[in-house]
């Protein structure tokens, strides 16, 4: 077979992959995509991926540079006020109970400049949107029904091989893979992973109540139920939910008759939103942690879940992948060589504390109030006391995921 020549391999087809396939042709450079399947942008098709992410400002900043957010903007909900909600189950059981809960408005902070906290689509509208926008891409080639199982690396470039037999040799390869990415094993980059033992949901509901485009996340232990605001459904009001439990109770979860479900949802959610139907399949997903020993290595550079995953909570998953796409192209920006030892340098530099970060911020946040444990649930009470009755700490709070990210490692750690 021939081989093929390119300047970046991009392994993944993920949201991720995509918008490293756009934002790099964008820069100007010569771009292969290899990825498994087409990605899914019709919502009806049995698999669609029925997550939503609530995009923040610095995610849209990167969208608009490279022309997808005008093709999506029209589907996205604005995302206004954030509630926090606090809710026990006492040992006996029953329905969870609110014990506190704090609401937050986007106008209470600076970053916003007066506009939302962030934007939510689902993820099959935004995979629909890139999918077009690298179509019109003379530069970017996407090679799907394929995948990255080996590589070669020497100083100067790397050759790739792929399923089908044929390899593609470039100067900088991507791994935008995913958890289990081969990229990340084939440069021999270790990973530490952290098994929660939960399992989430993830689906759209409709609802008796509006959302009043609020973002409520209601802490139980267990895990945190999520609801995210979506535009009307057949003229109902619908939100995208997350639901996190401990692997046994999702998996009863995704098995109850319908009607069943309803009705533990809308308990769940302690009724804030009052009647609440199921209106899409029940996606599960592993709830894990992980973390590359290294984003970088010869003539390889990890992003997204391929480098980090985190539980999902407080939508940092996706947007630290964002995050971690603008920092690669301000690190090759004008590089004439896109794989070299100091642009794979800037991108570590620029991006490795930042990860770190939120990777033990999440792990902590999401170990405390899943826990039954009285003290640590009196502490989940406590803390949410106390971070949101703060004014000055409240608003370092809010800004959580609005830094703009830079090629500049010292710009690339949060502010707050
Ligand atoms: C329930 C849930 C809700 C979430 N909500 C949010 C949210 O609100 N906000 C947020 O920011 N994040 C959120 N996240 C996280 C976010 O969904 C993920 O970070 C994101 O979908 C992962 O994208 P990715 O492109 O990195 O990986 P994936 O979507 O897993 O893509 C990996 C791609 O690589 C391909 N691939 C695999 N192996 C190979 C190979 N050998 N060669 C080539 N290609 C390969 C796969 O086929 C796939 O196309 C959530 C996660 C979960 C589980």
């Not at 020497?154 to 990229?183: C, F, H, K, N, P």
């Not at 509901?205 to 509006?210: F, L, Q, S």
Request: proline letters at 6%; one cysteine or more; hydrophobic letters at 45%.
């Amino acid at each position: 077979m021939t081989r093929q020549n390119t300047d970046i391999v991009i392994a993944g087809g993920g949201i991720a992959g995509l918008s490293a396939a756009a934002a790099l042709g964008a820069a100007g450079f010569r771009v292969m995509l290899v990825s498994p399947d087409v990605p899914v942008t019709r919502g009806g098709d049995a698999a669609a991926d029925l997550r939503s992410t609530a995009f923040l400002q610095p995610a849209r900043a990167l969208y608009e540079r490279i022309g997808l957010w005008d093709r999506v903007a029209g589907q996205a909900t604005p995302l206004e006020v954030l509630r926090i909600v606090d809710a026990h189950v006492t040992p006996e059981g029953g329905d969870p109970q609110v014990r506190d809960s704090r609401e937050f408005h986007a106008g209470e902070i600076a970053e916003t400049a007066g506009g939302p906290f962030g934007w939510n689509l689902l993820n099959w509208q935004v995979l629909g949107g890139l999918m077009d926008l690298l179509e019109g891409m003379d530069n970017v080639t996407l090679r799907f029904g394929t995948s990255v199982t080996g590589m070669v690396r020497r100083d100067a470039q790397a050759i790739v091989r792929l399923a089908d037999g044929s390899s593609v040799t470039a100067r900088l390869v991507i791994g935008a893979d995913g958890r289990d990415s081969a990229v990340r094993e084939a440069a021999g980059i270790g990973h530490d992973l952290t098994r929660y033992g939960q399992k989430s949901l993830a689906f759209v509901a409709t609802h008796e109540v509006p959302h009043g485009n609020a973002s409520t996340e209601i802490y139980v232990q267990g895990g945190p139920f999520t609801t995210v605001p979506l535009p009307d459904l057949e003229g109902k009001p619908a939100s995208a939910i997350v639901w996190m439990n401990p692997g046994p109770e999702t998996v009863r979860l995704a098995g109850l008759p319908e009607a069943e479900f309803n009705a533990a949802m809308r308990a769940r959610a302690c009724d804030w939103l009052g009647a609440m139907e199921l209106a899409s399949r029940r996606a599960m997903f592993p709830i894990i942690g992980l973390k590359a020993q290294a984003l970088t290595a010869q003539r390889v550079a990890l992003v997204a879940e391929a480098a980090h995953v985190l539980p999902p909570i407080g939508a940092q998953g996706l947007n630290t992948s964002l995050n971690d796409i603008v920092a690669l192209v301000a690190a090759l920006e004008g590089a004439p060589d896109p794989g070299a030892p100091e642009v794979l340098d800037r991108y570590a530099a620029a991006r490795a504390r930042d990860i770190g970060l939120r990777v033990q911020a999440i792990d902590l946040f999401n170990r405390v109030t899943r826990s039954g444990a009285p003290g640590l649930q009196a502490l989940r009470l406590a803390g949410l006391r106390g971070l949101y009755g703060l004014a000055p700490l409240r608003r370092a709070v809010m800004r959580a995921g609005l830094a703009p990210v830079t090629g500049d490692p010292a710009q690339a750690v949060r502010r707050d």
